[in-house]
């Protein structure tokens, strides 16, 4: 301890998260002396001496840390707890996601700036009732692009918000077609607020670890505003400069757009999604038939593609209603015979297609099984090692011999009545949460009689 204060032995001791914890003594004058917090990134040590409350409970000398300052300025911006209430990923994805939004909101800079010269704006000829006419049907398509976009799907949010902003800083080149042009690009924005709302969404529930979603996405806020705050600071002195060069004014945009794209790339990277959806499950899956092994988070997350179209060639449907299936009796006691899953999955082999109904008691792990079925059912047609009794039944899927699909599915279910078993337990201690899915499953459910005692997941 500081100061060489002859002290006692270690009186009693206080902990932060998971951090190291700090003790505390009895200094010879009575007072206590506690070792002050070592924090991990600054190297800060040193003790401290608080005196005794009194009765009132107003003592002398509070406890706290030589740190109080920056401890207030973190606490603004991060997460309380932070790190051990965040995923490991966290720090890294973050600053790369700052980077992404400083650039962007340069580039967004430069954007406004052109659309105002296309509106008129120091224009004396302009007209103020032409130049609001073109904003609201600007808007308005970007209203309409919004509600469509939030029924389909996406997420090529940054890329497209990148296009967007490249058309407005073009539109003043092209006077004739600059209502239709910002319209375009307006569309291509609300598009891109939908994909990157639900996407950092997701990532919000990834990164909070003690039911702080709140408090993840708000310092998430804080963050996002401080950044874009350095961005129209940046923005005031750079804009006199690219005024009335259009050639400079597209030069730094395809600068900071490298850079917005660059860090966009780093920070998806950075991230390690513990949850399987299609892509991650097919990854993990295929190292398994190959190898035996279970690929844990972190290289699944670094092998997966950024791009969608790299998935299996097997289109899978999970969660089908059960009457688009079936059309008779004998149907569906070919999709109940010889196993007692609560699901039933049809195998379409002419078009590699493979649909699955869910039982009313269907959880979790029942749903990675049927979609690790069907997964399996689409190894049968490629190439690449298998273990043996798939070897076998892929053989005769390669060669044509004729064999119902529905009795191709029957003996998968025996094959993954001793393979799923194991690859689960390889998930579970790989690091995997399978409790929970990113797998896109419709909300149809079903139930069947003609099963025998089903089992449930």
Not at 94 to 101: F, R
Not at 147 to 165: C, H, Q, S, Y
Not at 206 to 225: F, G, L, W
């Amino acid at each position: 301890m500081a100061d060489g204060a002859s002290l006692e032995a270690r009186l009693c001791s206080e902990q932060y998260g998971s951090g190291a914890a700090r003790g505390c003594c009895a200094a010879v004058d009575g007072s206590l002396q506690w070792e002050a917090w070592g924090w991990r990134w600054w190297g800060f040590s040193g003790a401290f001496t608080a005196k005794p409350e009194g009765p009132d409970g107003g003592g002398e000398g509070a406890p706290a840390t030589a740190s109080a300052p920056l401890s207030r300025l973190l606490a603004l911006f991060l997460p309380q707890g932070f790190p051990d209430s965040v995923s490991p990923d966290y720090l890294p994805y973050q600053l790369w996601d700052s980077v992404q939004a400083f650039a962007s909101s340069l580039s967004g800079s430069l954007a406004t700036h052109a659309v105002l010269l296309g509106l008129g704006v120091g224009d004396a000829k302009a007209s103020v009732s032409a130049a609001t006419a073109t904003w609201l049907v600007k808007d308005s398509t970007g209203m309409l692009g919004r509600i469509i976009f939030a029924w389909w799907k996406g997420l090529f949010a940054d890329i497209l918000n990148d296009v967007a902003m490249f058309l407005e800083i073009m539109a003043p080149v092209y006077p004739i077609c600059f209502t239709m042009i910002v319209c375009i690009s307006n569309l291509a924005k609300c598009i891109v607020s939908v994909a990157g709302g639900a996407t950092r969404a997701a990532l919000t529930m990834h990164q909070a670890r003690r039911n702080n979603m709140a408090d993840v996405s708000a310092k998430d806020s804080s963050q996002e505003t401080l950044v874009n705050l350095a961005g129209l600071l940046v923005s005031l002195l750079m804009l006199p400069l690219v005024s009335g060069c259009p050639s400079f004014s597209l030069g730094c945009f395809f600068l900071f757009t490298a850079l917005h794209i660059y860090a966009n790339y780093r920070a998806v990277r950075a991230l390690v999604i513990e949850t399987l959806n299609e892509g991650r499950l097919w990854l993990v899956l295929k190292h398994f038939l190959q190898r035996g092994e279970v690929l844990g988070p972190t290289s699944a997350n670094r092998m997966e593609p950024l791009w969608t179209g790299f998935w299996p060639s097997v289109s899978l449907s999970l969660g089908v209603p059960l009457h688009c299936l079936i059309s008779s009796v004998s149907e569906l006691q070919q999709l109940v015979e010889g196993h007692q899953e609560p699901y039933l999955l049809r195998w379409n082999q002419s078009q590699n297609q493979v649909q699955v109904v869910l039982s009313q008691m269907a959880g979790p792990e029942t749903v990675l099984r049927a979609a690790t079925h069907g997964l399996v059912l689409g190894a049968l047609r490629r190439d690449g090692p298998l273990p043996r009794e798939l070897e076998e039944l892929r053989n005769q899927v390669q060669a044509g011999l004729a064999k119902e699909s529905w009795v191709i599915v029957r003996e998968t279910h025996h094959v993954l009545d001793k393979l799923f078993p194991k690859f689960l337990k390889g998930l579970q201690d790989a690091g995997w949460k399978t409790e929970k899915h990113q797998l896109e499953v419709d909300e149809w459910r079903a139930t069947w009689l003609l099963s025998p005692e089903k089992k449930f997941l």
